[in-house]
Nanobody, 121 residues
């Protein structure tokens, strides 16, 4: 089985920073993609940032220049550094990992349980 665990959420004032971490563990052969999504109350889940196995990144327009995604491939871990936080960044942040569990290269997607980020003065 595969476990995806996020950490690092919390309460921060506008303009502040937080760093989220997501670690994938268990039966992992190859990770293709790791991404961060968020879901605010009453809204659909949306992509925040993603990084693929080659290190290419993708960001939502709303976070470009403020958030940075990075990856430690050896540790199967992805980070999201969030700076200049705004109240509209308030949401539950979820980690998504796209991987294969063996040499069949069958791709599967796993989600973490989510971590709350609240930006409020």
């Amino acid at each position: 089985q595969v476990q995806v665990v996020e950490s690092g959420g919390g309460l921060v004032q506008p303009g502040g920073s937080l760093r989220l971490s997501c670690a994938a563990s268990g039966s992992i052969f190859l990770i293709y993609y790791m991404g961060w999504y968020r879901q605010a109350p009453g809204k659909q889940r949306e992509l925040v940032a993603a990084i693929d196995t080659g290190g290419s990144t993708n960001y939502a327009d709303s976070v470009k220049g403020r958030f940075t995604i990075s990856r430690d491939s050896a540790q199967n871990t992805v980070y999201l550094q969030m700076n200049s936080l705004k109240p509209e960044d308030t949401a539950v942040y979820y980690c998504n990992v796209d991987l294969s569990r063996d040499a069949t290269y069958q791709r599967e997607s796993f989600w973490g349980q989510g971590t709350q980020v609240t930006v409020h003065s």
